[in-house]
């Protein structure tokens, strides 16, 4: 089971873009241009939450209004130091989006110094149209920016990026998401976010959080079983600048990378058989639960003994509306899967090295069995 939402009738949808910004005077006129250049599908209004800013932005913001080709909500605020940041000004910004697009209506979201495609609303709908509640994009680094990063970080990066792709591969063989087949990628970034209204209020709204909340809103859809596709084709470009506007962004990474190299990888990634050991319990876990009911079967006793907890407490923790909710609760509650092992930089090409072995034999696994690997290996 995937979610309980009721389809989104995309052509009666409203779409709303929300955009948060502050100081963002050399940067949001390319936005919002970019946005007015959409092709085969319109935007009906946009809302800009310009929070804190003391530059030109909302001069700017204003100046641009009758030459845009939908409506221009400009929430002009001064926020307390202690809540003036992105995940704030993000959530404010999308509630009165989310108002303005209605009970049917879809929102996205993209930052105030991105730019996006003409066709990046219409790649959306589509996407959203095929199945999907939510569609997560990538974001780009701007070509002419790139220069500004030094070559080392650069190919760091690049190196991090594939040893995330061969683990979102091995997720995708062990744990197919039809709505989410591979290819995709494994980005949640605010520069490119479309959801329905009605998953993005069953998620609880966007989180209000001083940094990371494109991450967590991901996060909540995914503890409501919403339907989120990681389209590889919808991307935008975002500015390489090492002075940012929001606390802990793209920015802060940059220049904390240049300062002083970090000695360990994303904490979102693992090696690839704590990885996969992992995955292989999340599939075993789904066949079994049923939609707020205690799992009550043959498999639950075995279960309950690799992930390390009494058969009980495991019913009980996948008796819950939501297979996502269920899901996380048992990784809290797991010893076996509460603690995820990091991965050293200086690792790397070991752990990238076991990974692709990983993903060739769960792959060749599962050819041989028609099944996916989880199924197939039990």
């Not at 009165?96 to 209605?102: C, E, K, Y």
């Not at 066709?119 to 790139?146: F, K, S, Y």
């Not at 407490?313 to 996502?324: M, N, S």
């Not at 090409?349 to 034999?361: H, N, V």
């Amino acid at each position: 089971m995937l979610n309980q939402h009721p389809p989104t009738r995309l052509d009666r949808s409203r779409v709303v873009v929300a955009i948060p910004a502050r100081d963002e005077a050399a940067e949001i006129g390319g936005c919002l241009l970019a946005l007015a250049a959409q092709r085969r599908a319109a935007i009906d209004a946009m809302v800009v939450c310009l929070n804190n800013c003391s530059d030109r932005s909302v001069e700017l913001v204003r100046s641009l209004e009758e030459r845009l080709p939908f409506a221009v909500h400009s929430l002009v605020i001064q926020l307390a130091d202690a809540a003036a940041c992105a995940g704030q000004a993000r959530r404010i910004a999308m509630e009165r989006a989310a108002d303005l697009a209605g009970a049917d209506g879809i929102l996205l979201t993209t930052d105030a110094d991105a730019r996006v495609g003409p066709n990046w609303v219409a790649d959306n709908l589509a996407a959203l149209a095929a199945g999907a509640d939510a569609v997560a994009g990538r974001a780009d680094i701007e070509p002419a920016d790139v220069r500004h990063i030094p070559p080392h970080l650069h190919a760091m990066d690049v190196r991090e990026c594939a040893f995330a792709a061969l683990l979102d591969e091995i997720a995708a063989l062990v744990d197919p998401d039809p709505v989410d087949p591979w290819p995709r990628h494994d980005e949640h970034t605010g520069a490119s976010i479309a959801v329905s209204v009605a998953a993005y209020r069953c998620a609880g709204r966007m989180p209000a959080v001083p940094h990371g909340e494109d991450r967590a809103f991901i996060a909540a859809l995914r503890l409501v079983d919403a339907r989120i596709r990681h389209e590889p084709g919808i991307a935008v470009t975002v500015s390489a600048r090492t002075i940012g506007r929001a606390r802990g962004g793209m920015a802060d990474t940059i220049r904390r990378r240049m300062e002083r190299p970090d000695p360990l990888l994303d904490d979102r990634l693992e090696p690839a058989p704590e990885r996969l050991r992992r995955l292989r319990l999340r599939r075993a876990l789904r066949l079994q639960w049923t939609p707020g009911a205690n799992a009550d079967c043959s498999n639950l006793p075995a279960l309950a003994a690799r992930l390390d907890v009494s058969e009980a407490r495991l019913a009980g923790l996948l008796g819950t509306r939501y297979f996502g909710a269920a899901w996380a609760r048992i990784e809290t509650a797991s010893p076996r899967l509460c603690v995820s092992v990091p991965v050293e930089v200086a690792a790397l090409a070991f752990e990238t090295a076991r990974a692709e072995r990983i993903r060739d034999w769960v792959r060749r696994a599962a050819e041989r069995a028609g099944t996916p690997f989880a199924v197939a290996a039990e």
